[in-house]
């Protein structure tokens, strides 16, 4: 899209936002009919609905929760008059899966991928001093070639059913932000920046996109204090005795990006920054040149009631509990989550490892989740009729999440994939222009990485040479020889560690998971598979393991929370592996691990040599 940006929304001299956060207007429509009978103007028969939010579990009827097709959302909007001559936009944090949005009847956007933002230029649709009609066209069907990746089947009564190749819920509905934007007709487009921490201070490379030709200056301001300034869309700005970023105490500079024609600010656009550098290096993470030890969890955008909504309620508990549990570490399993969280973790000095929503690519594991949607079949999922199509998806996802989240301090690592079927023919094929796009597109070359499956061993996992660091998907003790087998358990998996230790060439290795399902009502002694005192147990072999291994530099526990999933028989009403109840309340496990990652030196392993 012409002009397209994928900026936060601020307000500034130049720019004006005004939130359309509220109740809407929604309607389902299972015939996909609404088009042609003109819902684009007015739904005909609209029950109330909050956004953002997903629209699923407000509904008592299984057929409404369940809900798989067209769905449409409707409000009213009003323009300022005084906005005439500015861009008027309107900004979506994300809409899950797909969206076709119409103002006035007209369509003005058109967007696919259900957790990153897009926006729709409707300048010259919108009436000035009036309100206007918002309407979004959204559909939350699955196929083998979207990220997430599944399939949407037909039921005897003729409802389409979702049925996702990933263990997590297919929430639906407008799931962040809306924002009705003004914007000076030339503006600010993106910006990127790099650090240098050199002798006395900290150098910033910085990069300014606009869409016209007048001069631009950016300043760093330390509070309302201006500690350094350049011109040009390119420049190093200097700072002295910089405060640089760290884990769990971060500082941030405000940024101040203007476009100027003589003394008259044409634009002028705000964000924060935080100044450190981060590497992989031999066989350590190293932020601003200091080992750090990952430690943390996996995590969904997952709640009651308000399902993949953003809640900033939940947002800011579970960082509170991410901080008492002694975190530094999230991975945004699977998919982007929404901008507020990263400017969160930016804030708390939180680490995290960004993830496109490339889940599910592996067509026989997840079959067995739940019974309608088995076919036994083992297929390379790289080589497909329908491959092509998936990687033009995949880069797209991967270019507009790097795009948007690039100036975090937080954001550490893109993942590229989670768990896909990784020992087919295909797989470097498929791999390699991916990962080359991630370096290609991040100014500050962060290193890359993709959750392993299970069973894709050191000597079978084609991809992981692009890695450039290793991370594993393990449950042993959970998935295979749990309970009582738990010693053989640890025994395989030692010797899987051993087969790793030969081909990292000096790349350090994580646990993206690792974890047991454990419902909170369940104690016993002795423990039994499901019950807080296995999860511990478990918890101990596992770390047992990671503690013998100098390469092991990141210990990421599948989940954060319990959350929800499709039904099935390998789900009791969810998945339960979390650490913490989908209330956010402690299980056992979550003082376990307290006790540890408060005990853990910052820098654990940070010296050791065996790599
Ligand atoms: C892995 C997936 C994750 C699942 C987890 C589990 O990456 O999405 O929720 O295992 O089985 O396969 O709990």
New binding site residues.
């Given amino acids: 899209m012409e002009n397209k940006s994928l900026l936060y929304p601020c307000a500034s001299a130049a720019r004006r936002v005004i939130s359309l956060d509220g109740m809407w207007r929604f309607e389902f429509d299972p015939e996909s009919n609404g088009m042609d009978a003109g819902w684009g103007v007015g739904l005909p028969k609209p029950i109330s609905m909050p956004v953002p939010a997903s629209f699923c579990d407000f509904f008592t009827d299984k057929e409404s929760r369940e809900y798989c097709g067209d769905f449409w959302y409707e409000t009213d909007f009003f323009v300022p008059g005084e906005w005439s001559g500015k861009d008027v936009a309107i900004r979506f944090g994300s809409v899950t899966h797909r969206a076709r949005v119409f103002v006035n009847g007209v369509e003005v956007a058109n967007h696919e991928g259900g957790f990153l933002p897009f926006d729709a230029n409707v300048t010259e649709i919108v009436r000035y001093n009036q309100y206007n009609k918002l309407t979004v066209l959204a559909n939350n069907e699955l196929n083998e070639y979207m990220l997430p990746a599944g399939q949407t089947n037909t039921l005897s009564n003729g409802k389409k059913v979702a049925a996702p190749y ?3 819920y297919n929430y639906a509905g407008i799931h962040r932000p809306v924002k009705l934007l003004a914007l000076p007709k030339e503006r600010v487009l993106d910006f990127e920046v790099t650090h240098r921490l050199v002798d006395g201070g900290a150098e910033v490379d910085y990069t300014v996109t606009t869409n016209g030709s007048h001069d631009v200056t950016v300043e760093v301001l330390d509070g309302t204090t201006k500690v350094a300034e350049a011109s040009g869309k390119t420049g190093t700005l200097k700072i002295t005795n910089a405060k640089l970023w760290n884990v769990h105490a971060a500082y941030l500079y405000n940024f101040v990006i203007r476009i100027t024609d003589g003394h008259a600010v044409i634009d002028e656009y705000f964000d924060k920054i935080g100044i450190r550098t981060f590497e992989v290096k031999d066989g350590h993470f190293l932020l601003n040149g200091k080992p750090v030890y990952l430690r943390g969890f996996g995590k969904h955008e997952d709640s009651d009631i308000r399902g993949r909504g953003l809640d900033l309620a939940t947002v800011k508990r579970d960082y509170e509990l991410m901080k008492w549990i002694g975190a530094n570490c999230f991975r945004t ?2 998919y982007p989550y929404a901008e507020e969280l990263y400017q969160m973790a930016d804030e708390e000095g939180f680490l995290i490892i960004d993830e496109v929503p490339a ?1 599910g690519f592996m067509q026989s ?1 997840m079959n067995f989740l739940a019974a309608n949607q088995g076919n036994g079949k083992k297929v390379g999922y790289f080589e497909k009729e329908t491959t092509p199509k998936l990687l033009e998806n995949h880069k797209a996802a991967l270019t507009d999440m790097i795009t948007r989240d690039k100036n975090h301090a937080s954001v550490i690592a893109w993942s590229i994939l ?2 896909p079927q990784c020992t087919s023919e295909g797989t470097e094929a498929y791999f390699k222009p991916l990962f080359d796009l991630a370096h290609e597109l991040d100014p500050q070359k962060r290193p890359r990485t993709y ?1 392993i ?1 299970m069973m894709s061993l050191p000597n079978n996992s084609k991809g992981q040479q692009f890695a450039d660091f290793i991370s594993l ?1 393990r ?1 042993y003790g959970w ?1 295979v020889m749990g309970g009582m087998c738990i010693v053989d358990a640890e025994t395989a998996f030692r010797k899987e560690m051993d087969g790793w230790a030969q081909v990292l060439n000096g790349r350090p290795m994580i646990f993206t ?1 690792y ?1 047991a ?1 454990t419902m909170p009502s369940e104690h016993k002694l002795p423990s039994v598979m499901w019950s807080q005192e296995y999860q511990n147990e478990y918890l101990d072999m596992n770390h047992n393991v990671f503690d013998s291994y100098g390469f092991v530099q990141g210990e990421l526990v ?2 954060f929370a319990d959350f929800q999933t499709t039904e099935g028989i390998m789900r009791a009403n969810g ?1 339960k ?1 979390g650490i913490f109840t989908r209330q956010r309340q402690p299980k056992d496990a979550a003082f376990h691990f307290r006790a540890r990652w408060t005990g853990l030196p910052v820098d654990y392993k940070g010296d050791t040599a065996q790599f």
């Fill in positions: 990933f263990d997590f399993s699977h889940v594991t989670n768990e959750a499956v998907n449950y998935y998971e974890g399902d599948w989940n998945n592996k």
